[in-house]
């Protein structure tokens, strides 16, 4: 990261590009590493499960939203990598370039709004 | 012989401001910060030492928001100064001569920005006459920067994205295939 992240919590927003729609009947996971390994429990992160979806990470299934919000930034030490690893996303319906990924990063996420500040 | 205990004024404000062509972002460590000072009656027309007591920059790690390397340093049109030196979180300005003035304002390079949102604490400063045997002046007790209203930092292109199979690297990846996709910067 360009600049430095705090080790004391934080939430990614993956957003993804409208030609890898996600899907409310798909399973997904995470897998965090590094910054992004789940404060406790086990990794990876099912979406289905309740106890890990609210002390994890917020999941938006909504397709005209289409993107992901995980906590993490619990990791602590000097130079380490924000990874996820990502499954159950549908590649693209034809070879070509995708629209663009946006990846957001906030200090503080409200599960019941969805709102993320800071 | 009378004593007196230190003179406390209002508290300073103080604001940041981005290095010159730059915009005034989150996380940034060459930014400008402006301390405002209320003077009152007793400042040391004829010398003293200001020192600063700066909070950490972020975490629990012992980075403070005044900067070694580059170097911290200080301004000001009301303060001759002559000298001033970091030591862990304190921030110590030497000056031979106070030009009174309604307001006092120290501009200090080299200011590390908050890496979210948020008020800074942890701001004090202190003021001591220039006797041979120091005397406190003032106490000016915490303080805070507001650091919410800084724009957050905008990056292009420097994320890595990878489609997974079955937990091996692929790319390519068939169309219309659930897979894993990782990201990492």
Redesign the interface.
Known sequence: ????????G?YMK?QFPNDIQMSGT?IYTYTG?EMMKPEQGSSPVLTEDDNLYTRFQGFATDNTQNYFIIKGCSGSGANL???????????????KSTGL?K?DL??DFNAGSYQL?? | MIFRTPSTQAAPTCSVSPATGTKNV???SNGKIRFTIEPGTHFPKYGGTITFTIPT???ANLIYVFSSSPATTCSSAQLDIVLQQLNDNQYTIRFKKYTPASSIIIECSNYRNP????IVSGFSMTVEDNESIQNKIMDYNDWSLDG?GLDQ?E?AG??T?Q??INDVAKK??????????????
């Open positions: 990261m360009p600049i430095p992240v705090e080790s004391s934080c993956i798909s590493y990598q924000m990874r996820v690893r990502v499954t159950g996303i549908t590649s693209p319906s034809a070879d990924f990846f906030y200090k500040t800071n | 989150l996380g940034t920059w972020y975490g890496v979210y949102k948020k919410t930092v990056y420097s994320i994205k489609f997974y390519p990846v068939p169309v219309q295939m659930i897979s894993g996709l990782e990201f990492s910067f």
